[in-house]
């Protein structure tokens, strides 16, 4: 199977570039298992198609302010994009620079203090911040927002919340679940009031989620690497939900992917650690009945998960659906509501 295989021509215009004024107003494709015809609805109408009993999964994750910028002793100006707090105020990170800086240089941060490149390990870079507070503290009042690569503009106050999930706890993310963007107070009481009950799990996204294949064998990519934590109590809800003939129902690929994670002998257990888990089609997904997701970006590892999930033929006929009907797409874009394959 090849990267090629889930190519997609998109209209530049259809990238979203800022979120809606409210976060349920967006556009949900359905896409019913089989070959039931697709619906055109809108996330505020999510509570239809979800039953009493059924688990909605949330990936609780919280967006560092992780992009920094400064400048190397020689002069040359550099951007940092964290993607991974460290002990000992040190982190791994990205560092945009004309000229890659070594080991033992410094790296004067136009927010204050310096950060020492202790070391290099492919594309990304260890350093030790010497700033007048912890890191993580720090960041919260000198680091920028990243916002994904495809939006072409700089953050601004409105998206320290929308880049945010309401329900949003455990830093150490540097993008995005997108999916849980589009829930908000209004829409969780709805769907609570139905019945339907929500568990979390934790998936540090990381910066490698924007990195292209660089193979056209997809049996030959590697994977980048996140931390997640799968708790015993969402593994009990879990275990409840199937025992009273309710659905599970992830809210994002993130979820997916800490729970495919997190499966032991075809059953799901407490995890916490690093995944690389790469889900493509040909492998099965046995922890969720349902997922919720955001439009993904050609060729990409989540576009081939979902494959995974719905059947690749009826994904590549949904996102032709989608481009015909101007959905928007990626992080601020519309979402989808996904069933599995009759044969999952």
């Known amino acids: 199977?090849?990267?090629?295989?889930?190519?997609?021509?998109?209209?530049?215009?259809?990238?979203?570039?800022?979120?809606?004024?409210?976060?349920?107003?967006?556009?949900?494709?359905?896409?019913?298992?089989?070959?039931?015809?697709?619906?055109?609805?809108?996330?505020?109408?999510?509570?239809?198609?979800?039953?009493?009993?059924?688990?909605?999964?949330?990936?609780?994750?919280?967006?560092?302010?992780?992009?920094?910028?400064?400048?190397?002793?020689?002069?040359?100006?550099?951007?940092?994009?964290?993607?991974?707090?460290?002990?000992?105020?040190?982190?791994?990170?990205?560092?945009?620079?004309?000229?890659?800086?070594?080991?033992?240089?410094?790296?004067?941060?136009?927010?204050?203090?310096?950060?020492?490149?202790?070391?290099r390990d492919g594309e990304f870079y260890q350093l030790r911040f010497h700033v007048p507070d912890s890191l993580e503290s720090w960041l919260q009042k000198a680091g920028r927002l990243p916002l994904p690569p495809y939006i072409q503009r700089a953050p601004g106050q409105d998206d320290d919340e929308r880049y945010q999930t309401v329900f949003a706890r455990e830093l150490g993310a540097v993008a995005a679940p997108t999916a849980g963007l589009h829930f908000d107070d209004a829409l969780l009481a709805t769907l609570r009031d139905r019945g339907v009950e929500f568990g979390h799990v934790t998936l540090h996204v990381g910066?490698?989620?924007?990195?292209?294949?660089?193979?056209?064998?997809?049996?030959?990519?590697?994977?980048?690497?996140?931390?997640?934590?799968?708790?015993?109590?969402?593994?009990?809800?879990?275990?409840?939900?199937?025992?009273?003939?309710?659905?599970?129902?992830a809210v994002g690929t993130t979820v997916v992917r800490a729970l495919e994670s997190a499966m032991r002998e075809g059953e799901l257990q407490p995890f916490a650690g690093e995944t690389q888990i790469f889900i493509f089609p040909g492998y099965r997904i046995r922890s969720v009945d349902a997922m919720v997701t955001n439009f993904h970006l050609p060729e990409s590892t989540l576009l081939m998960l979902v494959s995974a999930f719905a059947g690749k033929d009826r994904i590549m006929a949904a996102y032709a659906h989608a481009v015909r009907e101007q959905y928007r797409f990626f992080s601020y874009g519309d979402a989808m509501l996904l069933f599995p394959e009759r044969t999952q």
């Open 207 to 249: 910066a490698g989620t924007f990195q292209p294949m660089r193979v056209d064998n997809i049996h030959e990519h590697r994977m980048h690497s996140e931390w997640l934590n799968v708790g015993a109590a969402l593994v009990e809800q879990v275990r409840a939900t199937r025992a009273r003939g309710g659905r599970v129902i």
């Open 1 to 119: 199977m090849k990267k090629s295989d889930f190519h997609f021509d998109l209209p530049e215009a259809l990238i979203a570039q800022a979120p809606l004024p409210e976060r349920s107003a967006s556009r949900l494709l359905v896409v019913p298992p089989g070959d039931a015809p697709f619906a055109d609805r809108h996330v505020r109408d999510l509570p239809e198609w979800l039953q009493p009993g059924d688990l909605l999964v949330f990936n609780d994750t919280r967006v560092i302010p992780a992009r920094l910028f400064g400048q190397k002793e020689s002069g040359g100006r550099v951007e940092i994009l964290i993607e991974r707090l460290l002990p000992e105020n040190a982190a791994r990170a990205q560092v945009g620079a004309s000229k890659s800086p070594k080991p033992g240089s410094r790296i004067q941060l136009d927010a204050g203090g310096e950060a020492e490149v202790v070391g």
